[in-house]
């Protein structure tokens, strides 16, 4: 029987070959959108009796998006990150990336929360900035905002940092919505002409997951690569 099948692909075996090469060709394009069919959740087990908790959580309280992005701004020596020449160009920063992805982040939620839908709408839609460079306007505001700088720029005023929160009730959403407003913070310093020196580092959990999974992909890609001629 073997004698039989060795000398069949013998004779056919440029068909064999072909057939072979289509059909790996074929599976090498269908899985070319597995990333499109991956969550960011597969780093949890669900099983566990901290994922079900967050779960939990998450439902009655709405999800926490304090940590999604964190801004570390870093003054050179010799200056504050309170100078005007730093402190105002970093709030036109925040300023721009607001005004251009309003539905992916925002300063606060401003909806309607008289009703009991309002108020469920603020608790799915609390991701908001932090910003100890903002000036409010209101007396209420400006003590809040005392506090806030307070614990956002260390004693010596020579760093700071800004929370950003970022739309999305689930990892995947919020990880793509980040993915969006990413190259948005790069080359800060120098767009915005801030001082030689100043330096932003990003920080937070979108910023590790978009790393993990960039790493992830390049892995996958690097596997189909080497499995394709074996």
Same mark, same amino acid.
């Given at each position: 029987?073997?004698?039989?099948?060795?000398?069949?692909?013998?004779?056919?075996?440029?068909?064999?070959?072909?057939?072979?090469?289509?059909?790996?060709?074929?599976?090498?394009?269908?899985?070319?959108?597995?990333?499109?069919?991956?969550?960011?959740?597969?780093?949890?087990?669900?099983?566990?009796?901290?994922?079900?908790?967050?779960?939990?959580?998450?439902?009655?309280?709405?999800?926490?998006?304090?940590?999604?992005?964190?801004?570390?701004?870093?003054?050179?020596?010799?200056?504050?990150?309170?100078?005007?020449?730093?402190?105002?160009?970093?709030?036109?920063?925040?300023?721009?990336?607001?005004?251009?992805?309003?539905?992916?982040?925002?300063?606060?939620?401003?909806?309607?929360?008289?009703? +009991?839908? $309002?108020?469920?709408?603020? /608790?799915?839609?609390? !991701?908001? #900035?932090?910003?100890?460079?903002?000036?409010?306007? =209101? *007396?209420?505001?400006?003590?809040?905002?005392?506090?806030?700088?307070?614990?956002?720029?260390?004693?010596?005023?020579?760093?700071?940092?800004?929370?950003?929160?970022?739309?999305?009730?689930?990892?995947?959403?919020?990880?793509?919505?980040?993915?969006?407003?990413?190259?948005?913070?790069?080359?800060?310093?120098?767009?915005?002409?801030? +001082?030689? $020196?100043?330096?932003?580092? /990003?920080?937070?959990? !979108?910023? #590790?997951?978009?790393?993990?999974?960039?790493?992830? =992909? *390049?892995?996958?890609?690097?596997?189909?690569?080497?499995?394709?001629?074996?």
């Amino acid at each position: 029987m073997f004698g039989a099948i060795g000398t069949f692909v013998y004779r056919m075996r440029f068909a064999v070959i072909a057939v072979l090469v289509v059909l790996m060709g074929g599976l090498g394009l269908y899985g070319l959108g597995l990333s499109k069919h991956l969550s960011q959740s597969g780093w949890f087990d669900p099983t566990s009796q901290s994922s079900k908790g967050s779960v939990v959580a998450d439902t009655a309280l709405g999800r926490d998006h304090r940590s999604d992005v964190i801004l570390l701004i870093t003054a050179p020596p010799g200056t504050k990150v309170t100078d005007p020449q730093i402190s105002t160009k970093v709030e036109k920063f925040v300023d721009d990336l607001l005004t251009k992805y309003p539905t992916v982040v925002q300063r606060a939620y401003n909806g309607d929360t008289s009703t +009991p839908e $309002g108020e469920q709408s603020a /608790l799915r839609n609390n !991701q908001q #900035v932090i910003d100890p460079f903002f000036t409010p306007t =209101d *007396a209420a505001g400006k003590a809040a905002q005392d506090i806030v700088r307070s614990r956002t720029i260390t004693p010596d005023q020579q760093r700071a940092f800004i929370s950003i929160g970022v739309a999305g009730n689930d990892d995947t959403t919020v990880l793509n919505n980040f993915k969006t407003i990413e190259p948005f913070f790069d080359n800060i310093a120098q767009r915005y002409d801030l +001082p030689a $020196g100043t330096t932003f580092q /990003l920080a937070g959990l !979108q910023p #590790v997951a978009g790393a993990m999974a960039r790493g992830m =992909d *390049a892995d996958i890609h690097r596997a189909e690569i080497i499995a394709l001629p074996l």
